[in-house]
């Protein structure tokens, strides 16, 4: 399964720049671990990811998931472990939190790149089942990771590092980050179809109120093996994050809506259309 060509030109470059070959491969492969199935997450920031896999780590049997893929988490991890290559580095990893047989990730634009590049695409894309993860307010988005990157608080397990202000509100940064979130999820958009499975879809709003249950089925009907009872680690526990001045930034946004943010609003919500029809679709078949 060759995705490579579907990536931007420039970003395979810089990727490839900063983990060439040599380092993300191994010069004699090895075989990669045999598994029953993979799930794959695929979603863009401020989607309530890590929330979503407590949820999967917790009711089905898997060890911890994360963003595997990651080049950057790859080099973090061979570099702990000793390991010469990426490649190295991930069948380890997969060894270790696939006991049940099932290896679940998730993984934005550069995680699909990273996963395609280092081979892990084409050893397992004939069993991945893709998740595709949506936020259906995607203002609510934007401007949770508006609040994030200006604090640098990304979870609840982290302190803020700066106090954000009433004078911090940037209406075009808003928009921009809105534009970022479009273009990334169309990305993935466009790559599900290369996976031999359909993929199924999950909207953040219908987990992040502590509603797990369609979550669970969603996992379920992937195949993921169900554990007896729910188990979690309670240092992995997450919560949500809100932020007083959350509300007050939307009044602003919408109260000054320009043509570019309506357009990025309306764009959105035809997006989520689409896709909720697809389910809806999927759901009759």
């Not at 060509?5 to 671990?33: C, H, I």
């Not at 932020?243 to 309506?262: K, V």
Request: a neutral charge.
């Amino acid at each position: 399964m060759n995705i490579l060509s579907e990536f931007d030109a420039g970003a395979l470059a810089a990727a490839r720049k900063n983990v060439p070959d040599t380092l993300l491969l191994e010069p004699e492969p090895t075989p990669w671990p045999a598994l029953d199935g993979v799930v794959g997450v695929f979603f863009t920031s401020r989607t309530g990811s890590t929330a979503l896999m407590r949820i999967a780590e917790s009711n089905f049997e898997l060890g911890q998931v994360e963003e595997s893929l990651n080049a950057e988490d790859l080099l973090v991890r061979t570099r702990k472990r000793a390991f010469d290559t990426l490649q190295q580095t991930l069948k380890w990893y997969i060894r270790q939190t696939s006991g049940a047989g099932w290896f679940m990730f998730k993984a934005g634009v550069p995680g699909l790149m990273n996963a395609a590049r280092i081979g892990f695409l084409e050893e397992y894309g004939a069993i991945i089942r893709p998740v595709f993860l949506l936020r259906r307010d995607i203002l609510g988005q934007a401007l949770s990771l508006f609040v994030a990157q200006h604090t640098r608080r990304f979870h609840s397990t982290q302190e803020a590092q700066r106090e954000l202000t009433e004078q911090d509100y940037d209406p075009a940064a808003l928009e921009t980050l809105m534009t970022i979130i479009r273009g990334a999820n169309s990305q993935i958009a466009h790559l599900l179809p290369f996976f031999a499975f359909p993929p199924q879809v999950l909207f953040y709003e219908e987990f992040s109120g502590g509603d797990e249950a369609r979550a669970i089925d969603t996992f379920a009907a992937a195949g993921l093996p169900r554990r007896d009872e729910p188990r979690l680690n309670p240092r992995r526990v997450v919560h949500k994050i809100t932020h007083p001045l959350t509300a007050q930034f939307r009044e602003r946004f919408m109260a000054g809506l320009s043509e570019r943010g309506a357009q990025l609003l309306a764009d959105h919500d035809r997006f989520i259309a689409d896709w909720q029809a697809r389910r809806d679709a999927a759901g009759r078949s």
